[in-house]
């Protein structure tokens, strides 16, 4: 509120209060943690392919030649998607990285690029990134993840027609195993055009990328990436899985993420008084060598 009626002063009044020349973004990174960035995404993430082999694994090194994994399009809750992700389920595939050797800042929209064949002309495919690993998160279930406080806080005079004061909230805290971090779906038969369907030939691989929900979040130290692919996704559509089995091609599949590394977690200082606008900085990619995990 403090930042919107500034905004308002600066605007509508004519204030010169430097409103304009202060990062655009204030990022919430963690629960109750947020940081102020000039832009978002984080101006300095690179993308990281991760990709999965037939061990269950996810790392930075493709899978074997020829290797491949297998599930029937059935319609999933996410938190069946994501139970046991150690053990095999006809309705997906999961793999996972090792502990983290380091705290991981997710910003921006990752990708999934799948390579696939079906045995049916079309199937819903579900991508899910999640953090596993026990630790204090928002609890989304309650709430949407905050409780509304009797408690007010006041900005200015009130009128007849508008109230000046705000109910304040709390965020919900619970600990809890794993975040579903990033989800996205497709239809195999609009990977091309999501106006018009294109069928995938039948026992054909096909290329089928497609972006996730955008997200910020940090996955700690000691816990690990999880990859799921799965068919339809019960709890976000009313649809019926096709009951299409479909085949991955794991050599060439992946997860693009862009990760925020060796670098702050905000780029600006929370006192930053002068921005000068979004600016590109551009980061070597990491060694070959190099291991989150």
């Known amino acids: 509120m ?31 943690q947020w940081v102020k960035q000039r832009d978002w995404p984080a101006p300095f993430a690179i993308k ?20 491949t994994a297998s599930f029937t399009d059935l319609a999933m809750s996410e938190t069946d998607m994501v139970a046991d992700v150690g053990t095999a389920h006809p309705g997906r595939v999961a793999f996972t990285t090792g502990a983290l050797r380091l705290d991981l800042r997710l910003s921006g929209t990752p990708t999934a690029d799948l ?20 630790t204090t998160r928002v609890d989304w279930r309650r ?13 200015g005079e009130s009128t007849a027609a508008d109230d000046a004061c705000y109910r304040k909230v709390v965020t919900n805290l619970a600990n809890r195993p794993l975040e579903i971090v990033a989800r996205g779906w497709i239809d195999v038969q609009n990977r091309q055009s999501l106006s018009q369907a294109t069928p995938l030939p ?51 599949s992946s997860v693009s993420v862009p990760f925020v590394l060796g670098t702050p977690l905000a780029d600006v200082p929370q006192d930053t008084a002068k921005f ?18």
């Open 2 to 32: 403090d930042t919107l009626h500034r905004w308002f002063d600066h605007w509508l009044h004519g204030v010169r209060n430097g409103i304009m020349n202060e990062p655009r973004a204030d990022v919430e990174i963690g629960p109750v």
């Open 48 to 67: 990281a392919s991760l990709r999965p082999s037939a061990d269950g694994s996810l790392g930075l090194r493709p899978a074997a030649r020829n290797s």
């Open 115 to 134: 390579r696939v064949k079906l045995d049916k002309p079309t199937s819903n495919l579900t991508a899910l990134l999640v953090d596993f690993g026990d």
């Open 143 to 155: 709430g949407q993840g905050i409780t509304t406080l009797t408690e007010e806080d006041c900005h």
């Open 202 to 252: 039948v026992g054909t691989y096909g290329t089928v990328r497609w972006l996730t929900l955008p997200q910020d979040y940090t996955f700690k130290k000691g816990h690990r990436i999880g990859l799921v692919i799965a068919g339809t996704d019960s709890t976000y559509t009313d649809e019926a899985g096709t009951g299409a089995n479909v085949t991955v091609d794991l050599a060439r």
């Open 276 to 293: 000068r606008g979004p600016e590109r900085v551009e980061l070597p990619q990491p060694e070959p060598e190099f291991q989150f995990f």
